[in-house]
């Protein structure tokens, strides 16, 4: 449980959690992280969120170079 504790937390020079960084969200609770039906997995604005996503990362490391 510490570390779904800890990988939810935000970090200091990031401003975000270690979890967001990789997926995108903060699960609210651990059964969060069990998968969807495939149907449910289809996102009809992916590249909305690819540029989310990037734009997260681009943040991320500009946190980490300061």
Do not use: C, G
């Not at 969200?25 to 690819?50: C, G, Q, V, W």
């Amino acid at each position: 449980m510490w570390n779904f504790a800890y990988s939810r937390a935000e970090h200091s020079t990031t401003k975000v959690s270690p979890f967001q960084v990789v997926y995108s969200f903060n699960p609210r609770a651990p059964i969060d992280l069990l998968p969807l039906p495939t149907f449910e997995r289809t996102h009809t604005y992916a590249s909305k969120r690819a540029e989310f996503i990037q734009k997260l990362h681009e943040t991320t490391k500009a946190y980490i170079e300061r």
